[in-house]
């Protein structure tokens, strides 16, 4: 395939990675500053990219340079959509490898050194010679041994800790982020009952069909609790009880979003629901409340949750969004409030002309993340909790893979309710972002540029879109938060053979034996 206009050579694809490298820092407000590798790690992904937009053989090469890239911007929020002569997915779809690979252990204190297969298709299609098998252990990828494959997982990383990094090597390798291109064959040294065998991948030549899963309710996780049965079954959140632990309760909150396949369509109607027909009347009994929230990606607004545990006023963590120069165009600014309560305290502070808003770079002022239902102009009104009557203990099931709002809630639930909290696991992403915008990257007469905001996007015909967090996350005095995984009080690491159900019954276990 032909060079598009303005990547013919190497130096303007080095030109293009410069540009994009530098749009995306110079609006960043949080993620390149708190991820694990700081802004050194950073500025070593772009030397990098540059090399490989050098060495960049077709624009299909040259669009995973700049995926590569951009996977090394730490933010779970982050998206990334290249035009489809740069994506090689176009003519590929998303590679379903037969198989999938864990690293042996993961946790908060492991760097692993060992990664096994986890977990094989029924048809394993796309493989020469023997098939992959449940435990074989990874030696080799490509002829270079394990360790220099888990090096760039560290990377090539969305997180904020290192070791968190490791638990999505599959996921970087089948997406080629970790140097393999996926259009060319994939070969794996493995250890199976102390010999050694060689297994090859080769991409089918058809594109993947679309994923036909849908997403479920907490009622699939009700054989989640050994010794437990549903006693409440709503959408994202079920609750659980047993005869033989009187006075616990569990909760399995899955997700705080709502699609159309949901029972419920907001928090607010599900936590009105549960109050109704459950915890109005349960909460009192209740002297543990076990939440698990494991696995929670985030989504809709968590503030009413808190209506049914907290016994104060409460409100939301805090966000500060940075004051950055392409503000200056009301068409930009206009994008960063989402609700009318923030659009009109935006409005306040630009009135003023206050010297926050004339800091360029700087940052403004606290804001609530989610404004009251009466507070007008988000000022951070107190929002009142349910005469629910709970006073037990509250232990959180928690993972590094409660994203957005459900870390949020995770902080919210440990720093309100102080010594009747505790958390038990892994511990959380520690990525609560508020607000992003999109960042386009496009040639234009000659020059290789990006443009923040949602016009840009849609006018530019630009290369590559793709999310920069505009806000850092705070408490309301502004101390900033942002990138902190929550500490847990028991540590229980992943193993590779590890169902949802094995490990969270670990948690659980331990959660109860440390009971009084």
Known sequence: MPWPDGLETSALRVQAVKAFAAGIADNDSEAIQVGWQGKQGWDKAVRRAEVNATAAEDPAAFGLTLRTLYASYPSLHSRIDLRSDLDYRTTLGHRSIPFTMKVRELGPDIIPDAVLIADTAKVQIGLAGPGAAVGDQVLTINGRPIGHWLSKSAQVCRRNSRWQCYGDFDKQLRTGLLGWDPRRPLTLGISRNGSRKTITYQAPSTPDPADPRVRTGCGQDDERYEGFTAVYTGWNLCAFRSAARPGVEIWRLKSFSYGTEATFDSPKTEVEGLWEKHWSTAASSVKELIIDVSGNGGGDVPLPWYSLLFDQPYQEQYAQYRRLKAFDDPAIAAELPDDQAHERWLAGIKLTNSRAWRNVGGYLPPVAMFCAEEDLTCEGTLVKPKPHGFAGKVSLILDDNCVSSCSGFAWNILAKLGPRANAFGLPDSGDSNFRRLP??????????????????????????????????????????????????????????????????????????????
């Not at 040639?443 to 806000?471: C, F, S």
């Not at 996350?473 to 929550?486: A, E, F, R």
């Open 439 to 516: 960042l386009t990257l496009h040639y234009r007469e000659g020059i290789w540029r990006t443009a923040l905001g949602t016009n840009a996007a849609q006018q530019d015909k630009p290369i590559a879109t793709v999310n920069v967090m505009v806000t850092r996350t705070t408490t309301s005095d502004g101390q900033v938060i942002s990138g902190q995984s929550l500490p847990v009080r028991t540590v229980i690491h992943r193993r590779w053979d590890d169902t949802a159900r094995s490990w969270t019954g670990r948690v659980l276990e331990e959660i109860l034996q440390s009971r009084p």
